[in-house]
C-alpha cells in the first residue's frame, strides 16, 4: 500500500500535468493566429480553435493528417528543406491553405522548431492574409490607372517630401524616380516662380483648403515647363488628420507662333 507521502507527491505531479496541460491549451486557443503543431515528417499533432476554424475542420480531423493535405505548396521534400532551413533559425515564407470545403486562401507562416522529451517538432503560427492581398491588388490597380493618367501626380508628406510620382512626372521632368521619390517637392520649382504663389500654397494647406494655380517647374535639363496644378491634402480615415497632400498638375500646353 502507497504511504501517505506517496499519494501526495503522484497528486502534485497529477496537479501540475493537469495545470501545465490547461496552461498549454490556454496559450493555444488565445492565439487569433491559427497554430499548428507537426513532427518532421509533416504529420500534424496539435492545433488550436483557430486552425480548425479557418480550415473547418475539427480537431480530430486535423490531428495525425499531413501537412501537404492543406497546404498547396507543401510537399515531402519541401518539409525537409524546411527543417534544414529551421536549423539555423525561425523563418516566415508564404502560403495557400485549402479549407475541407476545397476553397483557397493565403497565408504567412511563421516556422520554428523546439524540442521536448528529447524529440523535435515544428511549429507553425499561421495568419490569414487575404485582406492584405486584396488591399495590395486594389493598390496596384490604383497604381496602373495613375500611370496611364495624362496628368502629373505627386503625393508628399505633410513635410513636402515626395512619396509617390506617377510615371507622367518621370516622363515630363526627365528625372527617374529614384531622383525625385525622398526629395522636397520645392527642390523642383524653378527660380523664376513668383514667390508668392509658394507662400500662398503653404497659407492655403497651413489652413487645411486646397490650393490651385500656375505652376513653374525646372526639369533635369534646366528648362522651365509651366503647369496648373492642384494641391489637397489628404486625411486618415479614423481621425480626420491630414497625413499626405496630394498633387495634380497639367501642363499648360505652348502656344503655337502666329504666322
Known sequence: MPSKMSQLTQHALLYQLITSEE??????????????????????????????????YSRQELINSFVWEIEIAITQETIKQNIIKLTYGPFNLEGLHRRKDGSTFPVDVRLSMFST????????????????????????????????????????????????????????????NHEIVGKNFLNFKSENAPLDTYQSILEHL????????????????????????????????????????LIVIEEVPKKKNSK
Request: proline share 1%; with cysteine.
Open 23 to 56: 496552461r498549454y491549451q490556454n496559450f493555444m486557443n488565445a492565439s487569433s493566429d491559427a497554430i499548428f503543431v507537426h513532427d518532421l515528417n509533416g504529420v500534424i499533432l496539435d492545433v488550436n480553435n483557430e486552425a480548425c476554424i479557418s480550415l473547418g
Open 206 to 245: 497651413t489652413k487645411e483648403n486646397e490650393w490651385h494655380g500656375d505652376l513653374l517647374i525646372k526639369n533635369k535639363k534646366g528648362e522651365l515647363l509651366k503647369f496648373t496644378g492642384v494641391f489637397s491634402p489628404l486625411r486618415d480615415e479614423t481621425n480626420n488628420q491630414i497625413i499626405q497632400y
Open 117 to 176: 522529451m528529447g524529440k523535435q517538432f515544428v511549429l507553425a503560427i499561421v495568419r490569414d492574409i487575404s485582406e492584405q492581398k486584396r488591399a495590395e491588388a486594389t493598390i496596384k490597380k490604383l497604381t496602373r490607372a495613375l500611370d496611364q493618367s495624362p496628368l502629373l501626380i505627386v503625393i508628399t508628406d505633410k513635410a513636402g517630401t515626395i512619396d509617390y510620382v506617377n510615371q507622367q512626372v518621370i516622363k515630363r521632368t526627365g528625372y527617374n
